[in-house]
């Protein structure tokens, strides 16, 4: 690149720089920045959240939907929250039911195999799989790659056993971009089992998703739309991909699969809602927010439990420093995220004609990483606005302020969609997908430090939000 070129993006970004923060100036008078501060401070403080936390994982533990410990759940965030004072509300959603069954597999026949002799391999059914016959099915597998692989190899389909082998790119996940990676293996899991289907497979499995070893298998949503046939369906360890993919190079695997899981009747759930009341605008909204739902083959402390008390322990704050910001800061615990998102969608309908009172939304699901600073789908124009409250995260070092297009919670996705600003902690994900959706999301994967770090970011940016004398422009996001 030129010099020329060089101090032209330079000269015409400064004047960018420059006009924005006119604009941000003409848009009120500066905060009173002491307030961020100690809410910083009292949030790095804070040991409510974790206490909350070790009950929700220790006393209570999985809470996949229509669980009886996701109803306990939802009444102790919603105890703790009237304990503090904030005016709590639960609004109802019917959320799916599906619960997990038996799991076996077996590798039963392949090249080189000793007469008699089998190989059991660690699997975990997806959220939605059907069961497979009472005494299981016996077929052979098919490894494909990707989806082109899968159309090219349609005709080996029929009455056998699909088995999508796409990696969890880890080096992605190292350099910080662990989110795109598990987008990218992530599109397998989601639709590979209904396009499996569509082709007459038996079953289907996919390489689970996650970077980290220790044959563990991941478990997850798969989709099957209105007009899909639902078939048996689930994450393999990646060494046993692995292992069935070098067996295969050699001639047909086949192998033994029993899954017993039942989708029953929908549930009743609720979100919890609580309301820290605004001192001037009461009736206009900043969301805090997480998942109080998990999957069920470990505890969720990691997803979404430090979410969902990250976010609680923004109204908790507060209470203890009995601040009230302009306008009220609600902290909503979502039902449902992980196999359905009805929460967020119960949540929109009862908003989606009051949008203009929906300021912003923030929501925490990503994991238990330390706090790099704020995720923000907005306009370019609000960058400049937010700058005071990284400024007040400094000393934790949460500084970086990443403008996106993107989806920054599953459960805030409709109202980005409809415009309203979202917001997400940013957090070290770098070895979120060690243990997500496994039997070893955990409290212990939880450092207290890193959750009050969340905290405070969200406490400061939520205060900061609600405080603003006129709100973030409207920015339609959401891929
Ligand atoms: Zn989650």
């Given amino acids: 690149m030129s010099v020329s070129v060089l101090l032209g993006c330079w000269l015409f970004s400064s004047q960018i720089a420059g006009s924005l923060a006119a604009e941000a100036s003409a848009a009120g008078p500066a905060m009173d920045e002491t307030a961020l501060d100690q809410i910083r401070e009292a949030a790095m403080a804070d040991d409510w959240a974790w206490q909350r936390l070790s009950e929700l994982t220790d006393r209570i533990g999985p809470r996949l939907s229509g669980s009886t410990q996701l109803t306990a759940a939802i009444a102790q965030m919603a105890d703790a929250m009237r304990s503090l004072g904030a005016n709590v509300s639960l609004q109802p959603a019917k959320v799916p039911h599906w619960v997990r069954g038996e799991e076996q597999a077996e590798l039963v026949d392949y090249p080189g195999r000793p007469a008699g002799a089998s190989q059991r391999l660690h699997l975990t059914a997806l959220g939605g799989s059907t069961s497979t016959p009472a005494k299981g099915l016996t077929a052979r597998v098919i490894v494909v790659h990707d989806m082109a692989e899968l159309k090219a190899r ?4 029929r009455g056998n056993i699909v088995l999508f082998e796409a990696k969890f790119d880890q080096r992605l996940a190292d350099n910080g971009e662990s989110m795109e990676a598990y987008r990218q293996a992530g599109q397998y899991r989601f639709v590979g089992p209904a396009a499996a289907s569509a082709l007459g497979a038996s079953a289907a499995l996919v390489r689970s998703i996650g970077g980290a070893d220790f044959r563990l298998p991941h478990t997850g949503l798969t989709r099957f739309k209105e007009g899909d046939t639902p078939l048996p369906c689930a994450a393999l360890a990646a060494e046993d991909a692995d292992l069935i993919t070098r067996l ?6 086949t192998l033994y699969l029993l899954l017993t899981p039942k989708t029953l009747p929908d549930a009743d759930s609720d979100n919890v809602i609580a309301d820290w009341t605004g001192r001037e605008k009461p009736g206009e909204y900043v969301i805090v927010s997480g998942h109080l739902d998990s999957w069920d083959l470990a505890t969720g402390a ?3 439990g430090v979410g969902v008390m990250a976010a609680a322990g923004v109204i908790e704050t507060l209470q203890r420093l009995n601040l009230h910001a302009r306008r009220t800061i609600r902290f909503i615990a979502w039902t449902n995220e ?4 009805r929460g967020s969608q ?10 203009q009172d929906q300021i912003a939304a923030i929501e925490s699901d990503a994991g238990a990483g330390r706090s790099l600073g704020v995720g923000a789908a907005v306009n370019l124009v609000s960058l400049d606005t937010l700058r005071p409250a990284l ?11 990443s403008r996106s297009d993107g989806e920054m919670g599953a459960d805030i996705a409709p109202l980005q969609e409809a415009g309203v600003p979202g917001f997400a902690p940013l957090v070290d994900t770098r070895h979120y997908f060690d243990y997500h959706h496994t039997a070893a999301d955990t409290l212990d994967k939880v450092d207290p430090q ?3 770090s969340q905290i405070a970011t969200m406490a400061v940016l939520a205060y900061y939000l609600a405080e603003l004398q006129d709100p973030l422009p409207r920015f339609k996001s959401v891929d």
């Fill in 154 to 157: 349609a005709a080996e389909v």
């Fill in 248 to 253: 295969a190079r050699n001639g047909p695997v």
């Fill in 302 to 304: 990691t997803d979404d």
């Fill in 338 to 341: 992980e196999n359905g998102t």
């Fill in 346 to 355: 119960a949540y929109f309908a009862s908003v989606k004609n009051s949008l």
């Fill in 391 to 401: 400024r007040a995260l400094a000393p934790i070092g949460a500084t970086a302020l």
């Fill in 450 to 452: 890193n959750l009050r």
